[in-house]
């Protein structure tokens, strides 16, 4: 386990259950290389909609070898663990990082303890799209699914648990072999795993808005960022929700992933990295960011604008 430490230990997030709606998807804001001064508190501060793009995803899998997989649904995700081709293809797409849920251990086998054991029901949708859901984690309240497009061959992992090692708490980790990006955004990911993903993440408890890492094919961990719109809400009977409501989720969901981008630089993007601080420069752009939008009337536009600039920059060094 690779480890970090400095200065006086200070957590890095809290949880934050989000009761609104799915958001709608939206693309990554324009690059931006050194950090601005917030415009007015008026201005738009979400980006528009990109649609999703399936070449970020290498290696997928022919859907002759995936096909055989549909029959497992209603099955208990405990025989999905254990089905021999079910397994082959997890071994093809799950990465084989060492992942950090308690120790250190591949990512596979901290899945395995999670899902392996679950009796929750195998999910198709669609025909195609595979759920093999896991909510049985030993401990620190882990969280896991599989899910496979079987007629793309698209596979992702995910894992969910509240870290005790320093790192931001809870966390979302998503995985996959075939993505080899250097930064990645939610509305990247195909459209129905992030339908699948939400259902998923109601019903195993896990906040709509909570720090999100990818594990990607070359073995980094990166930022998944937050990209959704918390003010646009879809769908027959979707709950009203109010403009600051919305607009102080997006805030939370801005500064959340500056807290994760500098957690990640901290330990150079390793998959089963720790550290324990806060530096000096984090600690200023606080203070700063408090300072200018304390006042305003409107300060979650001005918090979001600077918590995504923050996290551009955050970024960038990290690959100079």
Not at 113 to 136: C, H, K, N
Request: hydrophobic fraction near 40%; charge should be negative; aromatic fraction near 8%.
């Amino acid at each position: 386990m690779l480890l970090v430490c400095a200065g006086a230990v200070q957590a890095f997030a809290q949880e934050s259950p989000s009761t609104l709606p799915t958001p709608s998807q939206a693309p990554p804001a324009a690059e931006q290389t050194q950090e601005q001064a917030p415009g007015p508190a008026s201005a738009a501060v979400m980006p528009p909609a990109v649609p999703y793009d399936k070449a970020i995803f290498q290696g997928t899998l022919p859907a002759a070898q995936l096909a055989g997989l549909s029959q497992l649904a209603g099955a208990p995700a405990k025989e999905a663990m254990r089905d021999k081709q079910f397994k082959k293809a997890l071994k093809e797409f799950v990465p084989g990082s060492m992942f950090h849920y308690g120790r250190d251990m591949p990512l596979r086998e901290a899945l395995d303890m999670v899902i392996g054991d679950s009796r929750a029901p195998v999910q198709l949708r669609e025909g195609r799209y595979l759920l093999v859901p896991g909510a049985s984690g030993p401990y620190l309240r882990g969280r896991a699914f599989v899910w496979l497009d079987l007629q793309d061959g698209i596979g992702l992992a995910g894992f969910f648990f509240h870290p005790t090692n320093g790192e931001p708490t809870p966390t979302l980790v998503v995985a996959s072999r075939q993505v080899k990006e250097q930064t990645l955004e939610m509305g990247q990911l195909p459209p129905a795993f992030a339908e699948d993903l939400a259902q998923w993440s109601a019903g195993a408890g896990v906040p709509q808005i909570t720090t999100r890492y990818f594990i990607t094919g070359l073995d980094k961990r990166i930022l998944l960022q937050h990209d959704e719109d918390y003010c646009t809400a879809y769908g027959p009977g979707a709950a009203a929700v109010t403009s600051a409501d919305c607009m102080e989720s997006n805030a939370e969901a801005a500064e959340i992933d500056v807290t994760a981008a500098y957690y990640l630089d901290q330990i150079h993007y390793a998959t089963n990295g720790t550290a324990w601080m806060i530096g000096p420069d984090q600690q200023a752009w606080i203070v700063l960011r408090n300072s200018t939008c304390g006042g305003l009337a409107d300060p979650f536009a001005c918090r979001i604008r600077m918590a995504r600039q923050r996290t551009v920059v955050i970024l960038h060094r990290s690959r100079r």
